[in-house]
């Protein structure tokens, strides 16, 4: 057989007798092919309709009949071994009924060196060749697995220092990279030929020992005995290095059950071995048939833990032991049939090789340095600066970012290249200032749009001067908004809100009913203008002067007790006070810009719709001249579609040009529009809170708790009311997800102090208005 030539080696190795069957079994003079006869049994009637067969042949690697314990191992298992001290990985298998051999073939005879089966033998061969191979280290270890009746069983636990697993703790595992392997399987560092032998015996006694113990026939069960190779390079500093396993197989009997007449345990033994074995078949029979996309390995234990040992990049022999007795001629029979299936299975041998990473990461840090050393070289012999090739240092990113700000302001003419990261540093500073400019462009547009005034200067501004001459009842009554005005009112208009609330029969539940001035409040609310979104700039603005003025008009309505809730109520109770008292302002212009919101939404429904339906005119059009086009050229000449049906299209295309432009401003919108709804309601939430916590008669830590809940609910409620159209039933994630992002925030914006608010807005990283310090 050729070394890893890609297909199972198959043997049959027939017990010496003095009763052989020559008229039954004939070895044919090739070596390989073995005939069985049947002869037919004259008692019997013949069963008309079945052909009855007299003769199978079978074809295989070699008949080994009447040959020494060394020849078996030089010709069936030497090219597995040495293929594993390759990398490779091999199997070889014994396979056969009760008492054939199998046992004599893989561990021979323990107290005759010369019949000595194929295990030590491996192992002697193993150790001479790791002598031989000075150019390579070899770490070898071994295992040893015994399966019972689906029950794994470790033959060596005996010699581990720790408890003894229970073989309930070992499992069949695989892991990408390391195959297949038993998880709690003990595996042990062998040096020498000697030290593997002991353990080979100690495995043997414990199988006899354990089966002893537990009343059970040794050869009952399966057992695997795993050599774990591995070696590297001794001359190549190379991060490379391979990988093998040599498992060593001797199965159970493989007689039918109906055969052994068994009852109890033997009965249940029996079945056992039936079932592994005949799932070892069907593993093979998917292995050979290669439309078969999936092998049933993990049916039982012993073709799961053989997975990758029986074809796949494995050397694999089976061998098939026989009997040569013509009473066992059906057994011998069915391995035979056994055997030819295996000689189908196609393996494709590979070397397992591996990268250690720590030595991967030395030799690409000795690259890296010789290749940074030639560089410098190579710009020495050019004359040419030093580079620097290590990550950019904070202090020369911030020389690339002024760099690029004097390059923007025109006070630098170039920036010198020096360094491939320099240049993408540099690329990444224009980036950012893009990003920052198109940003004032959407802000100055949008502020334009809705009427907002310069940034900075609004105080400058004549819209400034005009509203600080109005009164606040103006403002409260226009419902209009401009952010650029000075945050003072008028004395008297407090006075004049202070009287109205005094006006109100009593705080708390009726509180929510409507006043006067609620109504109207609430009227104006419910019709809100749609170009009047405001800013947080807006609330700081109102919120300001009511923490002055205002407290004592809303937190004393009789003029004498501070204001607080009602601690009847319950929180999410006292949130509607809140919204229809102190916290009314901020309430109204986060309903107002929710209206405004959604009327853009809906602008924006409209307008997919128009921008759509001309898409499809365009279409229709460019379809009809396309079939002019076609009728034209079938009366033998080709002609362009007249006049009317171009100017139609090119009309269609530039008004879908400009709808699609409006569409884009429009989302741009939506998007800051939707930022000051979040706005607003994050800090309509967080007003609320500090003020239930400083009037709240509910102890502390009752509120603490409390105050989560009543956060949900009024979050919630906040979500459900603000009656924007759902996008589609599958929403429900994304508006728990923004939900949860919003309490988040509003936490974070309860904890951050006004200095570091104002430290990040002056980062100059966001030119969007800040939420308002908290007063
Ligand atoms: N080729 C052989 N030469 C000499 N003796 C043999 C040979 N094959 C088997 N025997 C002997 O036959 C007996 C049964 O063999 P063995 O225990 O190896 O069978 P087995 O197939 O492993 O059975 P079990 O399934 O019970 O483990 C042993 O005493 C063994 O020494």
Known sequence: MKAHSGEVGVFVRIRPTANFSQDIIECLP?????????????????????????????????????????????????????????????????????????????????????????????????????????????????????????????????????????????????????????????????HSEEEALNLLFEGEMNRVIGSHALNRNSSR?????????????????????????????????????????????????????????????????????????????????????????????????????????????????????????????????????????????????????????????????????????????????????SQVQRYLEGSLKEISIISVSQVRALFAKFKLAVHRGQEKKVNARLRQTYNLGEEDQRADTPAVKEWDTRGSTEEDEAGSFEVSHKNTQHPSSTRAKTKK????????????????????????ASKPKLNSVQSPEREQELQEPDTESQEPQESQPNGKEPFHPDSTLTKAEAFDDFKMGRGSKLNRILQENKAVLLERRSLHRQLTDEVNAVKREIDCTAATMQQYRETRGGQGRYSEPDDTLLNQLRELKALYRQRYEVLNDIKAEINYCQHLVDQCRVRLLSEFEKWYKKYSLVPEEDLETSMDNTLDQVSLSECDDNQLPPESSSSESFHNARYRMLRRRNTRSLCVTPEQRSSSSGSGQRTLPQIPPVS
């Open 30 to 190: 090739d070596g390989q092919t073995v005939n069985i006869h049947h002869k037919k049994d004259t008692r019997k009637p013949l069963c008309p309709r079945k052909i009855q067969r007299s003769s199978w042949s079978f074809r295989l690697e070699g008949v080994l009949q009447d040959v020494s314990q060394e020849e078996v191992y030089t010709r069936v298992c030497r090219r597995v071994v040495l293929g594993a001290l390759d990398g490779y990985n091999g199997t070889v298998l014994c396979f056969g009924q009760t008492g054939a051999g199998k046992t004599y073939t893989m561990t021979g005879s323990t107290e005759s060196y010369k019949q000595r089966g194929v295990i030590p033998r491996a192992i002697q061969e193993v150790f001479q060749e790791v002598q031989k191979r000075t150019e390579h280290t070899f770490s070898v270890y071994l295992s040893y697995l015994e399966i019972y009746n689906e029950t794994l069983v470790d033959l060596l636990a005996s010699l581990q220092s720790s408890a003894l697993p229970s073989p309930r703790s070992m499992v069949v595992s695989e892991e990408p990279g390391r195959g297949v392997f038993i998880r709690g399987l003990s595996l042990h560092p062998v």
């Open 221 to 401: 069960s399966h057992c695997i005995f795993t050599l774990h190779l591995e070696s590297r390079s001794r001359t190549l500093s190379d991060a490379k290095y391979v990988t093998s396993k040599l498992n060593l197989v001797d199965l159970a009997g493989s007689e039918r059950l109906g055969k052994t007449g068994s009852e109890g345990q033997m009965f249940k033994e029996a079945m056992y071995i039936n079932k592994s074995l005949s799932f070892l078949e069907q593993a093979i029979l998917a292995l050979a048939d290669r439309r078969r996309d999936h092998v049933p390995f993990r049916q039982t234990k012993l073709t799961h833990a053989l997975k990758d040992s029986l074809g796949g990049n494995c050397n694999t022999v089976l061998v098939a032991n026989i009997y040569g007795e013509a009473s066992q001629k059906e057994e011998t029979l069915s391995t035979l049939r056994f055997a030819s299936r295996m000689k189908c299975i196609r393996t494709n041998p590979a070397v397992n090789e591996h990268m250690d990473p720590a030595a991967q990461i030395k030799k690409l840090k000795k690259d890296v340095q010789m290749l940074k050393e030639e560089l410098s070289f190579g710009n020495t012999l050019v004359n040419r600066p030093s580079v620097p090739y290590d990550p950019l240092s904070q202090a020369q990113l911030a020389e690339i970012d």
């Open 501 to 524: 609330s005094k006006d109100k029969p009593s705080q708390s539940k009726r509180q929510g009913e409507e006043s006067p001035l609620s109504k109207k409040r609430s009227d104006s």
